[in-house]
């Protein structure tokens, strides 16, 4: 690690190279949640050697990209997908890209079980996240400086969402827990050192 550059050199040399190579051809991905963790925790420790954030600081991951100005893995891939599909919906309807987009099979089956989700699918839940509404997206697609302002929009209401939902679980996971011998019994007063004894307890009231 060259420690003669500064973060901000640092981060754009990520952003440039790192997550450039990362996301390739992201813009097709059908993306599971299992795949967002595996690439939110490369994006997460990547962050961490540019800041020289360490294990034992304890430092949240909201808080490193806080501090990286960046936004996490998801929003990026998302904001990737939204931008392919508006450039999808204006163009020509003979060209290749939005015929595959708007096409159906004509034959064939799926397979059985847990059907895999499909591009369109993953495409409906991505605008839900980021409040666009699949119903308008001809009109809001056609239109491409709207189109661009709604991408960021919504990749900032995903940002805050995620950010959030981080928090709480954060929160949740590091609340004080109940001291040792403090559940008491609501009918005889009883005080027992676990849960499990409580409950064992009222099942014989």
């Given amino acids: 690690m060259n420690r003669d550059l500064t973060i901000t050199t640092k981060i754009s ?10 996301s390739y051809g992201s813009e097709s991905w059908v993306v599971y949640r299992r795949h967002l963790k595996k690439l939110e925790a490369f994006h997460t420790n990547c962050l ?3 800041l020289g954030v360490k294990w034992w600081h304890i430092v949240p991951h909201t808080e490193i990209r806080s501090r ?3 936004d996490p893995i998801e929003t990026i ?3 990737r997908q939204l931008r392919w599909l508006g450039h999808n919906i204006r163009l020509p309807t003979d060209r290749l890209p939005r015929k595959i987009l708007y096409s159906e099979l004509a034959e064939g089956t799926r397979r059985a079980g847990k059907p895999r989700k499909r591009y369109n699918d993953h495409m409906k839940t991505t605008l839900k996240k980021c409040a666009i509404t699949p119903s308008n997206l001809e009109d809001l697609g056609s239109n491409r400086q709207g189109w661009h302002n709604i991408c960021h929009q919504g990749s900032e209401q995903l940002t805050t969402n995620i950010n959030r939902t981080a928090e709480q679980r954060h929160l949740r996971r ?3 827990q109940k001291a040792e011998g403090h559940f008491p019994c609501n009918i005889c007063g009883r005080i027992y050192k676990s849960k499990i004894g409580l409950i064992s307890h009222q099942k014989f009231q």
């Fill in 48 to 50: 961490q050697r540019i």
């Fill in 174 to 176: 590091h609340a004080p």
């Fill in 77 to 79: 891939i998302s904001q």
């Fill in 13 to 22: 040399v990520y952003k440039a190279v790192c997550l450039s190579i990362l």
């Fill in 68 to 70: 990286a100005r960046i």
